[in-house]
T-cell receptor, first 115, second 112 residues
Framework: EAGVTQFPSHSVIEKGQTVTLRCDPI?????LYWYRRVMGKEIKFLLH????????ESGMPNNRFLAERTGGTYSTLKVQPAELEDSGVYFC?????????????FGQGTRLTVV | GNSVTQMEGPVTLSEEAFLTINCTYT??????LFWYVQYPGEGLQLLLK?????DKGSNKGFEATYRKETTSFHLEKGSVQVSDSAVYFC???????????FGKGITLSVRP
C-alpha cells in the first residue's frame, strides 16, 4: 500500500510568486490534514479535510493560503503571493475517519524556501 | 488551549547510553498522547502512543507512560543506538478525528 505522497519535495521561490503543494493521501483515508513546521519551532496545524469538506481551517495563517480537496482524493495547498515567513516544511497526513485510536500517517513533507 | 512542551535540545549521547526526553502537556479532558520520530530524509512516523492514564506505549525499545497526575509523557530508552539519531516530537490529540498538537521537537544525535 502506498503511503502519503507529497510533491514537490523541495521548492525555492521568490517573494511574491505562487507555489502549489500537492498531497496524495493513503487510499480510503477520508481525513486529510496539513501542518507546517517553521525552522526550529513546533509543527503547527493548518487545516483538516473530511473527504472534500473543510472540517477545521483554524490554523490557516491568512488568506494568502488556499487549500482544496476536489473529489475528496488528493489535496493542494496554494500560497499566493508567497512571503518570506512562509518558508518551512509543509506536512500532509491522512487517516481513517471515525476509527478509535486511528493512526495519522504523514508524508515526507515539502520544504518551501521563499527568498 | 492545548499545548505540548518538550525539553530543549539538541541532545548528543554515546551509543548504549540511557535516554530520557521530557514532555509535558496542557489539555482539557483526556487526550491521547503520541511520540513521533523523523529520521533524516524521511517523513514523520508514529513511534508509540498511549490513550489513557497509566497506559505505557512501547516500540523499538522506547517507552513512555501517560502520567495524568504530572501531565507528562516522557520518552525513555535504556540503550540508544546510532540508528536512533532523529528528531523526536511529542504530541497530543483530543478525539479520533482531531488535529495533533505538537511540541517543538528535539534532535537526538547518537555517536558511536
Amino acid at each position: 500500500e502506498a503511503g502519503v505522497t507529497q510533491f514537490p519535495s523541495h521548492s525555492v521561490i521568490e517573494k511574491g510568486q505562487t507555489v502549489t503543494l500537492r498531497c496524495d493521501p493513503i487510499s480510503g483515508h477520508d481525513n486529510l490534514y496539513w501542518y507546517r513546521r517553521v525552522m526550529g519551532k513546533e509543527i503547527k496545524f493548518l487545516l483538516h479535510f473530511v473527504k472534500e469538506s473543510k472540517q477545521d481551517e483554524s490554523g490557516m495563517p491568512n488568506n494568502r493560503f488556499l487549500a482544496e480537496r476536489t473529489g475528496g482524493t488528493y489535496s493542494t495547498l496554494k500560497v499566493q503571493p508567497a512571503e518570506l515567513e512562509d518558508s518551512g516544511v509543509y506536512f500532509c497526513a491522512s487517516s481513517h475517519l471515525d476509527r478509535a485510536n486511528t493512526e495519522a500517517f504523514f508524508g515526507q513533507g515539502t520544504r518551501l524556501t521563499v527568498v | 488551549g492545548n499545548s505540548v512542551t518538550q525539553m530543549e535540545g539538541p541532545v548528543t549521547l554515546s551509543e548504549e547510553a540511557f535516554l530520557t526526553i521530557n514532555c509535558t502537556y496542557t489539555a482539557t479532558g483526556y487526550p491521547s498522547l503520541f511520540w513521533y520520530v523523523q529520521y533524516p530524509g524521511e517523513g514523520l512516523q508514529l513511534l508509540l502512543k498511549a490513550t489513557k492514564a497509566d497506559d505505557k506505549g512501547s516500540n523499538k525499545g522506547f517507552e513512555a507512560t501517560y502520567r495524568k497526575e504530572t501531565t507528562s509523557f516522557h520518552l525513555e530508552k535504556g540503550s540508544v543506538q546510532v540508528s536512533d539519531s532523529a528528531v523526536y516530537f511529542c504530541a497530543l490529540r483530543r478525539g479520533a478525528n482531531s488535529k495533533l498538537t505538537f511540541g517543538k521537537g528535539i534532535t537526538l544525535s547518537v555517536r558511536p
